[in-house]
Nanobody
Framework: QVHLVESGGGSVQPGGSLRLACRIS????????IGWFRQVGKEYEGVSCI???????YYLDSVKGRFTITKDNAKNTIYLQMNSLKPEDTATYFC?????????WGQGTQVTVSS
């Protein structure tokens, strides 16, 4: 059974950093795109995505230059390094295939940016 488990969230001040991790079990993501999404209210917003095939990346305009997505094939884990965090980055962050599969939404990890 496929599971994607997020971790690494927390509370930081504006300008701070966090590194989120998405550990994937049940399959290897070599042939899939894996993305980070954030939920504010009921909507999910795609933040970043990485191709399991060639490592190509995508970033939401508002996070370009601040967030970096990477993958560790050996650990079957996707990371999201978030620097220069802003209050508007506050949300619950999830990882999933991109486009997302409704069966793979996990619990997410909360990121709160506040002074």
């Amino acid at each position: 059974q496929v599971h994607l488990v997020e971790s690494g969230g927390g509370s930081v001040q504006p300008g701070g950093s966090l590194r989120l991790a998405c550990r994937i079990s049940g399959y290897t993501f070599d042939h899939y795109n894996i993305g980070w999404f954030r939920q504010v209210g009921k909507e999910y917003e795609g933040v970043s995505c990485i191709s399991g095939v060639d490592g190509a990346t995508y970033y939401l305009d508002s996070v370009k230059g601040r967030f970096t997505i990477t993958k560790d094939n050996a650990k079957n884990t996707i990371y999201l390094q978030m620097n220069s965090l802003k209050p508007e980055d506050t949300a619950t962050y999830f990882c999933n295939e991109d486009p997302p599969d409704d069966e793979y939404w996990g619990q997410g990890t909360q990121v709160t940016v506040s002074s």
